[in-house]
Nanobody, 120 residues
Framework: QVQLVESGGGLVQAGGSLRLSCAASGSILSINFMGWYRQAPGKQRELVAGITGSASTNYGDSVKGRFTLSRDNVKNTVYLQMNSLKPEDTAVYYC??????????????WGQGTQVTVSS
């Protein structure tokens, strides 16, 4: 069993910053991909930022230059530093991971979601 524990969401004024954390735990052999998606009311869930097992990063167009994803391989944790936040960043942010376990490869897990609200 793999668990994703998210933290760091909250309310912030436009122009402010937040840092999200997602820690993966369980019988994980390796992490193929780990990152963050978000979904605002009435909109599709979109990729915010992700990092592959080879440490390649990918960012959604709307957050490039403002958000930074980093990883701690020892802790199996990713961090999303969100700067220059805008009201349109308001959404539920979901951690996502593809991991290899002894049971299955490329097992997919989602966090419960953490609310980020940016006031204008």
């Amino acid at each position: 069993q793999v668990q994703l524990v998210e933290s760091g969401g909250g309310l912030v004024q436009a122009g402010g910053s937040l840092r999200l954390s997602c820690a993966a735990s369980g019988s994980i052999l390796s992490i193929n991909f780990m990152g963050w998606y978000r979904q605002a009311p009435g909109k599709q869930r979109e990729l915010v930022a992700g990092i592959t097992g080879s440490a390649s990063t990918n960012y959604g167009d709307s957050v490039k230059g403002r958000f930074t994803l980093s990883r701690d391989n020892v802790k199996n944790t990713v961090y999303l530093q969100m700067n220059s936040l805008k009201p349109e960043d308001t959404a539920v942010y979901y951690c996502y991971a593809e991991v290899h376990t002894r049971v299955v490869r490329f097992a997919k897990y989602w966090g419960q979601g953490t609310q980020v609200t940016v006031s204008s």
